[in-house]
Nanobody, 115 residues
Framework: QVQLVESGGGLVQSGGSLRLSCAASGNIFSIDAMAWYRQVPGKQRELVADITSGGNTNYAGSVKGRFTISRDNAKNTVYLQMNSLKPEDTAVYYC?????????WGQGTQVTVSS
């Protein structure tokens, strides 16, 4: 069984920054990609950014240039540095890991950006 523990969410003013962290533990054989998704009520969960085991990254167009995803393979941890936050970034943010056995999700952390 895999556990993902997220931290770093909260309330911030427009233009501010937050850093999310997600640490994976448990029965982890090998993590391939790690990702951050977000979801607002009434909408589908959307990919924010992901990063492969080799460090290749991919970003949603709406966050490109403002968010940076990174990972520490030794700690099985993925980070999301969010700068220049906007009210439309308000959502519950979920981390995800992908292994040969499938996908695992964190419990989510709320990010609220006030205008």
């Amino acid at each position: 069984q895999v556990q993902l523990v997220e931290s770093g969410g909260g309330l911030v003013q427009s233009g501010g920054s937050l850093r999310l962290s997600c640490a994976a533990s448990g029965n982890i054989f090998s993590i391939d990609a790690m990702a951050w998704y977000r979801q607002v009520p009434g909408k589908q969960r959307e990919l924010v950014a992901d990063i492969t085991s080799g460090g290749n990254t991919n970003y949603a167009g709406s966050v490109k240039g403002r968010f940076t995803i990174s990972r520490d393979n030794a700690k099985n941890t993925v980070y999301l540095q969010m700068n220049s936050l906007k009210p439309e970034d308000t959502a519950v943010y979920y981390c995800q890991i992908r292994t040969m056995l499938g996908e695992d999700w964190g419990q989510g952390t709320q990010v609220t950006v006030s205008s």
